[in-house]
């Protein structure tokens, strides 16, 4: 399964709420994961089964959708949350997509 | 605290081997499938490898099966990679990641990574 990120690059300003998409080429069922990668660090977990919050993450990051589309969205944006984000699919073979690389306008 | 800690990275020619370790702390390693993911410079993630909790099971993608080698020792809490007849398209940071589970097969710990470069 192919999975695409838009966009490849986001602005938005602190307070926003910002919106992530991610693309399945065939249907996911649920079975994808949200990463955050700051600059020089590894990936960090911050939603499993399309909706689930991993432990520890503030509740401004939430997850939605189905079938091939999904959707990472962060309620009011905090400048810590500059950020490389990954979707990662893992309901046949486990795949990343592009990343969405979030900075301040 | 779980903590992953990669290391055997470095520079090696086209062609040629290197095997990278990981050491786990703070979980029982014995009861995870653990993995290695990479990152090209300013690229993506890959996955790389899983091994199950035996090592009596491992997965690879085609952009490197039979080249790459997944293996664990529960006994010391160590993961390894031995990377054969390696190429430039190699060169990244390899991340040591852990599963958080059978089928449910998101990684949610994951080490610092540490980096390859091929090249001649």
């Known amino acids: 399964i192919q999975l695409t990120q838009s966009p490849s690059l986001l602005s938005a300003s602190v307070g926003d709420r910002v919106t992530l998409s991610c693309k399945g080429s065939?249907?996911?069922?649920?079975?994808l994961a949200w990463y955050q990668q700051k600059l020089g660090e590894a990936p960090k977990l911050l939603i499993y089964n399309t909706n689930s919050l991993q432990t520890g993450i503030p509740s401004r990051f939430s997850g939605s959708g189905s079938g091939t589309d999904y959707t990472l969205t962060i309620s009011s944006l905090q400048p810590e949350d500059v950020a490389t984000y990954f979707c990662?699919?893992?309901?046949?073979?486990?795949?990343f997509g592009g990343g969405t690389k979030l900075e301040l306008k | 605290e779980v903590q992953l800690v990669e290391s055997g990275g470095g520079l090696v020619q086209p062609g040629r081997s290197l095997k990278l370790s990981c050491a786990a702390s703070g979980f029982t390693f014995s009861n995870y499938y653990m993995a290695w993911v990479r990152q090209a410079p300013k690229k993506g993630l890959e996955w790389v490898a899983t091994i199950s909790t035996s090592g009596s099971r491992t997965y690879y993608p085609d952009s490197v099966k039979g080249r790459f080698t997944i293996s664990r020792d529960n006994a010391k809490s160590s993961l390894y990679l031995q990377m054969n007849s390696l190429k430039s398209e190699d060169t990244a940071t390899y991340y040591c990641a852990r599963h958080y589970g059978y089928n449910h097969w998101y990684f949610d710990f994951w080490g610092p990574g540490t980096m390859v470069t091929v090249s001649s």
């Open positions: 990662y699919q893992y309901n046949n073979g486990w795949t």
């Open positions: 065939q249907n996911i069922n649920n079975y």
